[in-house]
């Protein structure tokens, strides 16, 4: 049995592809929506050789695991900023003796390289939240966090909160969440992306935006369009980095990748 760490597109992708060739999965992911992302990723395959987990894993439900179920192969396909995940895995491949694989998606300096726009003045890399918090104290004017709705309440604590706009997915829990924290209703932007170039330039007009705070996510999470949309509405960039993490393995192509499985 093959374990895939989903969580992102390529994860429900590489699971999809596993279950269509007869093979035996588990695929984890951290919330019930993920979940159901990967029931309609299987519900018109008939086969029942697959297991889908969808809450948070800790390091020793993620031994049981090991202990329930067959698990040969460890394949690691969760998003570029879940560290810990990563980081569990790849411990917990090496005490058991199983093979860890990482899918990573490529980064989006490879695309601002390519665009010729790396060093566009509106763009600014920070290391990491803090970093963003810093440099956002020393700007004025609104913020548009894309970031997700874990580290908002960093934000919150320290700038003004009538600067801060989030855009989240629209869960229940993500937006109630965003309003136990404080964040007014009006300044809680619950939508699914990825967006279009013209909509986040539009987006970022209408709210009257000064930064938008981003990711290094890759290709497929739409951040290439966030930036070539901020660009255009003349609005700052700040991007964090994205973790340092010791990968044993990293492949970027899932063909290549698939022919390891």
Known sequence: MIWIAAGTEEGR??????????REVMVSVTTEYGGSLLQKEF?????????????TLDYEEMQKILQEFPIKKIVD???PYADMVSKNLTALALENSITYLRYERPSIKDFLQDEGIEQA????????????IEVLQKREGRVLLTTGSKTL????KTLEVSRIYARVLPVPKV???????????????????????????STLIEYNIESVITKDSGLT????????GALEAKVGIIIIERPNVAYPQV???????????
């Open 221 to 228: 999470g739409g951040v290439q369009e966030k930036i070539l």
């Open 251 to 261: 492949f970027s192509d899932i063909e290549v990748l698939m022919d390891q499985l």
């Open 175 to 201: 937006m109630e969440k965003c309003k136990a924290l404080g964040l007014p209703p009006g300044q809680i932007l619950g939508m699914q992306g990825p967006f279009s170039i013209e909509f986040n330039k």
């Open 43 to 55: 519900q018109n395959i008939g086969t029942n050789r697959r297991v889908i987990i969808d809450r």
């Open 153 to 156: 309440g960093d934000y919150l």
């Open 121 to 132: 003045s509106k763009i600014l890399w920070v290391k990491d939240t803090q970093a963003a």
């Open 13 to 22: 992708r590489i699971a999809k592809a596993l279950v269509e060739k007869n």
């Open 77 to 79: 396909a969760t998003h």
